[in-house]
């Protein structure tokens, strides 16, 4: 399974970005999708999940600004960013974690997220 992550960018503040991730091969019926972002020198912190069923969760510093929506069809998971701050400058991680044995991380490449004026 490979997950390829696109999107990221520069954006000012106030702005928004929406950023993709396609998972191809075989991740299951029963599985999480997530997105993860890392700001330098902090660790890797999740940002959002959404099971497959559409139940999502949020940390509570993006709840009403980013938004995680997935396509089953398609295996692909999306975060629409709306405004923006500077503390959201990140390296982007998206995630699929099976549910079903085997359980299996797969962590795409990352994108980064950069918010400045």
């Known amino acids: 399974v490979q997950l390829q992550a696109s999107g990221g960018g520069l954006v000012q503040p106030g702005g928004s970005l929406r950023l993709s991730c396609a998972a191809s091969g075989s991740i299951g019926r029963v599985n999480v999708m997530g997105w993860y972002r890392q700001a330098p020198g902090k660790q890797r912190d999740l940002v959002a999940t959404i099971r497959r069923g559409g139940s999502t969760t949020y940390a509570d510093d993006v709840k009403d600004r980013l938004t995680i929506t997935r396509d089953n069809a398609e295996n692909t998971v999306y975060l629409q960013m709306n405004s923006l701050k500077p503390e959201d400058t990140a390296v982007y991680y998206c995630?699929?974690?099976?549910?079903?044995?085997?359980?299996?991380?797969?962590w795409g490449q990352g994108t980064l997220v950069t918010v400045s004026s």
């Open positions: 995630n699929v974690r099976t549910l079903l044995p085997p359980i299996v991380n797969y």
